[in-house]
């Protein structure tokens, strides 16, 4: 098959079962994964992050992914990274004749592929920077929400530095400053009743907690990761953070981090609503319905 320039996108909240399905289909139609997570970038924050590695196996194959674990969570990631990589990891899928699926939660990254962000004339040492440095983080964060793009998640407003970069970015995000890498796009939404979602999150997180995931945040802190860095990370780095810190107990920790992650499905839920009042075409499918999205992808790449 020839899936020029094709792209399958799976999105939808935290918990529904993306990445697995997303595996069931790569393997299906010869396809390869690209990881559009803001956090799964970072090397040995696996169980936090969600990284799933299990799911990536499918019939004693195991489909190749694309940008987990490229940097080291000292290092910062930002939105005009993950459009280079991406970019790149694309170009390789193609040439291997493969199809590309990108599969995650963050809105940002996945609005920058399918709008076509152009953010090479982003300057992160211009004149502008030094303008907004004088700004207390009160106004910066007024300013950020008045540009038209919306914020992918709260951390931007943490940090005054990151505040800075994400206001640069909003400002050269528009009409005029998209570039000629265009891709065309199937977009497959996973649903889930609200109800059956916290069960799913509660689940999820009793599993992680159990699976390690405390453990994994002491060692990032034995790493010289610290709590400040931690809480950047938001949910479930934030919350291990104040356990970990002797902050809350382990019951509140739990409770507060339940509470926390099903109100950030919400808000991703609200972003893709967004996305489809711009024009972005979305099917929605809940995740046992792999048969339609079989018929989907197979009168798409025809």
């Known amino acids: 098959?020839?899936?020029?320039?094709?792209?399958?996108?799976?999105?939808?909240?935290?918990?529904v079962?993306?990445?697995?399905?997303?595996?069931?289909?790569?393997?299906?139609?010869?396809?390869?994964?690209?990881?559009?997570?803001?956090?799964?970038?970072?090397?040995?924050?696996?169980?936090?992050?969600?990284?799933?590695?299990?799911?990536?196996?499918?019939?004693?194959?195991r489909i190749k992914s694309h940008l987990i674990d490229v940097v080291k969570p000292h290092c910062e990631f930002n939105l005009y990274l993950f459009t280079q990589l991406f970019k790149k990891s694309f170009e390789e899928i193609q040439e291997s004749n493969h199809l590309p699926f990108l599969v995650g939660g963050?809105?940002?990254?996945?609005?920058?592929?399918?709008q076509n962000y152009s953010l090479e004339t982003v300057n992160f040492n211009s004149e502008r920077v030094f303008e907004l440095q004088k700004y207390s983080t009160e106004k910066l964060t007024e300013i950020l929400k008045s540009k038209s793009v919306k914020l992918h998640n709260t951390t931007d407003l943490l940090d005054k530095e990151r505040i800075i970069k994400a206001i640069l970015i909003a400002e050269n995000t528009n009409e005029e400053n998209k570039d000629n890498f265009n891709v065309n796009s199937l977009v497959i939404g996973l649903l889930e009743d609200r109800q059956s979602l916290k069960e799913r999150i509660k689940k999820r997180l009793k599993d992680r907690l159990q699976s390690g995931m405390i453990e994994e945040a002491q060692k990032l802190l034995e790493q010289g990761i610290s709590h400040q860095k931690l809480r950047f990370f938001g949910l479930e780095y934030k919350y291990l953070s104040f356990y970990l810190a002797g902050e809350l107990n382990y019951n509140d920790m739990y409770q507060k981090l339940a509470s926390e992650i099903a109100k950030f499905s919400k808000k991703q839920m609200t972003w893709f609503r967004k996305m489809e009042k711009e024009g972005i075409k979305i099917h929605w499918l809940n995740r046992s319905e792999l048969n339609k999205a079989e018929d989907l992808i197979t009168s798409f790449i025809k």
């Open 1 to 15: 098959m020839n899936f020029s320039n094709k792209l399958v996108v799976i999105l939808g909240p935290t918990a």
């Open 17 to 61: 079962g993306k990445t697995k399905l997303a595996a069931q289909l790569a393997y299906k139609f010869n396809g390869e994964i690209i990881s559009a997570d803001s956090r799964q970038v970072y090397i040995g924050m696996d169980i936090g992050t969600g990284k799933d590695l299990e799911d990536y196996q499918v019939q004693n194959c």
């Open 106 to 114: 963050t809105g940002m990254y996945l609005n920058s592929i399918l």
